[in-house]
């Protein structure tokens, strides 16, 4: 177990690559919707919104693999035990790939049904079956690619995930700009780039990973499988549940029409931006308190807690007075379609809330997931749907697309107060049990 005191400054080291891997990671976002937003008009920007959210309901559904290996891996390591930890990349390496593949392998059925729930008008969804069509080729390496990111994390290679991420991003700028601006592929051409994009991230993340590939003895350990599997069992639900969150805001637009479901997913890029920022912080408390948890050391655990949260909250006030001062430049510069653009600069001030709201929510995610406690965040995540979706009914019904936006940012509330309630059993639990021996590889 390291005994390296957690300070601020290397929570700062760690932090920052991860958040510009992270921007990166929602720069895919943003720079599908400005090619978008530049080079159509706010059909082709409904279809790239609704389809993005059905991959993302999709392939976050399966991040699962990358949450569970960064605990894993980081409580591996706070026992000492390496051989355990390479083992755990591995298995998350064959459950990427096999899952990858059923998702291609599924996709004539699952793109029969996966825009239905939107009820989007039949231009749209004629332009987003183009755009699923071309993306899903790209599912095998994405989810591979999940694995490779929880290890980097686990492992405190922050640096090595940035310049992975910087490899995707950068081949899918190049390529949208071509398919889009330059050959006219339309919604099409932005999930091509994409799907492209996430195999050379692949092949370069393997590069990266490659001397902790040896076989090891203790690969297809029942207890561990077993182990693994509840872990993923429970964050994939709670995965799903926060995706079905997301993709209930995206479909409330859609009913009121194109140009809200339009400007509503301009601003979805802007907080997914933001939270893949700030996730930056709650990553790293993953690492420190998976570590923390697997040494059952109390003191680490609640000074990882304490130092991420306060640095995550700062950047949260700064990305939110960014937001504030300078969204509306943005909106203007990168989106044509006027009903679009007005929407998204109606409603921007709604946006900008949510880093501010949001950020907690974020942090006790990365408490939860460091220790793995799958339950808890299943347990919250079911509690934030239930009344979410209500939630919203009620207020779009008495107040349109201001009713949608207050009860998404009332959703963040919920989720602070869901997922805080287990904090004291996480404390409990590191302070009761005893610290394991280190174990050598």
């Not at 720069?27 to 530049?38: I, N, P, R, S, Y």
């Not at 492992?155 to 940035?162: F, K, N, S, Y």
């Not at 912080?281 to 420190?288: C, L, P």
């Amino acid at each position: 177990m390291s005994e390296t005191v957690l300070s601020r400054s290397r929570v700062m080291r760690l932090a920052v690559p991860v958040m510009l891997a992270q921007a990166a990671i929602a720069a895919t976002g943003v720079v599908d919707t400005a090619v978008m937003g530049l080079y159509g008009d706010k059909t082709d920007l409904a279809a790239v919104a609704i389809a993005s959210v059905a991959f993302s309901f999709i392939y976050w559904g399966f991040g699962f693999l990358r949450m569970s290996t960064t605990g894993l891996v980081a409580q591996a390591l706070g026992r000492g035990d390496q051989a355990e930890a390479r083992a755990t990349l591995q298995r998350g390496l064959l459950i990427g790939a096999s899952l990858g593949l059923v998702i291609f392998a599924a996709s004539p059925v699952l793109e029969r049904v996966v825009f239905s729930p939107f009820g989007a008008e039949p231009d749209v969804v004629h332009l987003a079956d183009g755009y699923f069509s071309a993306r899903v080729w790209g599912a095998p390496a994405l989810l591979t690619q999940y694995a490779i990111t929880g290890w980097l994390l686990g492992t405190g290679r922050t640096g090595a995930l940035l310049a992975m991420q910087i490899v995707m991003n950068g081949v899918n700028i190049v390529l949208d700009i071509w398919f889009v601006a330059g050959l006219g592929w339309g919604p099409a051409g932005i999930g091509a780039g994409t799907a492209i994009a996430e195999w050379i991230a692949l092949l370069f993340g393997l590069v990266l990973i490659w001397p902790s590939l040896k076989r090891e003895a203790g690969l297809f350990d029942r207890a561990a499988l077993i182990g693994l599997f509840n872990a993923n069992r429970d964050i994939l639900i709670r995965t799903l549940a926060m995706l079905l969150c997301f993709a209930w805001f995206v479909r409330s637009g859609a009913q009121l029409g194109t140009e809200y479901v339009a400007g509503n997913e301009v601003l979805l890029q802007f907080i997914t931006v933001a939270a893949f920022v700030l996730d930056g912080f709650a990553f790293v408390a993953e690492k420190e308190i998976g570590e923390a948890y697997g040494g059952r050391d109390r003191r680490k655990l609640l000074r990882a807690m304490r130092i991420t949260t306060e640095l995550a909250f700062a950047f949260a006030i700064l990305v939110s007075l960014l937001y504030w001062l300078g969204g509306g430049w943005v909106i203007s510069v990168f989106i044509s379609d006027a009903e679009a653009r007005t929407v998204a600069l109606a409603f921007l001030p709604y946006c900008a809330l949510v880093p501010v709201i949001g950020v907690l929510a974020y942090q006790l995610d990365g408490f939860l997931l460091g220790a793995t406690r799958g339950r808890a965040l299943r347990t919250a995540a079911a509690i934030v749907t239930i009344i979410y979706i209500p939630l919203d009914l009620i207020m779009r019904d008495q107040f349109g697309n201001t009713g949608v936006w207050l009860a998404f940012l009332g959703m963040f509330v919920v989720r602070v107060a869901a997922h805080g309630w287990f904090l004291p059993s996480l404390m409990r639990a590191t302070s009761d049990q005893p610290q394991q021996p280190p174990q050598q590889s």
